[in-house]
């Protein structure tokens, strides 16, 4: 395996991460009939003080991947080392202490949320599963979390019932920060949000990083979302890393065809650029992760595939001409001359203007 990070300062390693959901047949005597791959021999870091994002179609693992940075899924294979410590050996006793410096914020703020407790006791329930503060305490500390996310302490004593669908993510940002975590694990945190509140909280999530020197694992389906808060983005397709590379260069020079076809998807701010981007259509359906396709994953579906992709899994690696933190799990990767559908279709439409003749 090539690196995949290009050093800094490590706070999560995963190594070779595996998570297999056995499924089952049988009522009395069950036995395991297939596996579904949620995720297959991921590698990854995340460094102190970034945001790496994760992208995806639905289905590709990323969700179960954050659920294993968490500890809330054990994983099938492999190790999660969190700031020196291999979190896939620790016990009951030694997870409760884990759990203090990794949070995770959830995609539905409506579902996230018991409706029938009130928000001081849903901000304040780190502080009294971890024996830290109640009482007067645990009020004033709830009042300052509150605070810190934008919402009136005063609110405390009101049910989720009675915010909006921002006001309840932001509520769920409090719950996060509580015992001021090393990482925060952001699942799809926007996704369920109108536009116009998604840039709200994204600017909020931004401004706690600076201010408490956050790390963060950005999950998202959304490249446009994505781009505006990650450092590093990895591409998720069907359990396995397509490609990863900081944000920048990743949207300027894609080298994976599914990296360049979700590129071509992404929402555009500027109508008459949208109107004229040509969409690259990716044909047939995601392959079951009960059965994975052989040699690349996303032979089936991917325009430059050819009979090595069939056979042979490609592994991450820097294409040539690329920088060391760029790499790519393709035979056939997006050439340095290709550019991505939307600029071809814009070189097409001023081409076909006609030429104004000179004074």
Avoid: W
Wanted: hydrophobic share 35%; proline share 6%; charged share 25%.
């Amino acid at each position: 395996m090539s690196d995949v990070t290009g050093g800094g300062d490590v706070l999560v390693n995963i190594e070779d991460v595996y998570k297999h959901f056995p499924i089952k047949q049988g009522i009395v005597f069950q036995r395991e009939v297939a596996r579904v791959h949620a995720v297959d021999g991921v590698n990854l870091e995340v460094r102190r003080g970034e945001t790496l994002g994760i992208v995806g179609e639905t289905g590709c693992g990323k969700s179960t991947l954050a659920r294993c940075i968490t500890g809330l899924h054990p994983v099938t294979k492999g190790r999660i080392v969190f700031d020196g410590t291999d979190i896939t050996e620790l016990g009951r006793r030694q997870m409760k202490t884990f759990r203090r410096d990794v949070q995770m914020i959830f995609q539905d703020p409506y579902g996230s949320l018991n409706p029938r407790r009130r928000v001081g006791s849903i901000i304040g329930d780190p502080f009294t599963i971890h024996n830290i503060a109640d009482g007067a305490e645990r009020k004033k500390r709830v009042q300052e979390l509150m605070e810190l996310v934008g919402l009136n302490p005063e609110h405390f004593n009101r049910f989720p019932a009675e915010f909006s669908g921002g006001q309840r993510q932001r509520i769920g940002v409090a719950r996060a920060l509580a015992l001021r975590p090393k990482l925060i694990v952001c699942d799809e945190p926007v996704s369920a949000l109108d536009v116009s509140i998604q840039a709200q909280v994204i600017n909020l999530l931004k401004d706690l990083q600076r201010e408490l020197g956050l790390t963060y694992v950005f999950i998202a389906h959304d490249l446009s979302v994505v781009r505006h808060v990650s450092d590093r983005v990895a591409v998720m397709y069907l359990g396995r890393i397509a490609e990863l590379s900081d944000g920048e260069t990743l949207y300027e020079r894609p080298r994976h065809p599914y990296t360049n076809a979700l590129l071509s998807a992404a929402s555009i701010a500027d109508p008459d650029r949208a109107e004229k981007r040509e969409r690259i259509v990716l044909f047939g359906d995601v392959p079951s992760p009960i059965n994975p396709p052989s040699g690349c994953r996303f032979h089936p579906r991917c325009p430059k595939a050819q009979e090595r992709c069939t056979v042979e899994e490609p592994v991450l690696s820097v294409t040539s001409g690329d920088p060391d933190n760029h790499i790519t799990a393709c035979h056939f990767p997006v050439e340095a001359g290709e550019r991505l559908a939307e600029e071809r279709a814009t070189i097409e439409q001023q081409s076909t203007e006609p030429t104004l003749p000179s004074a």
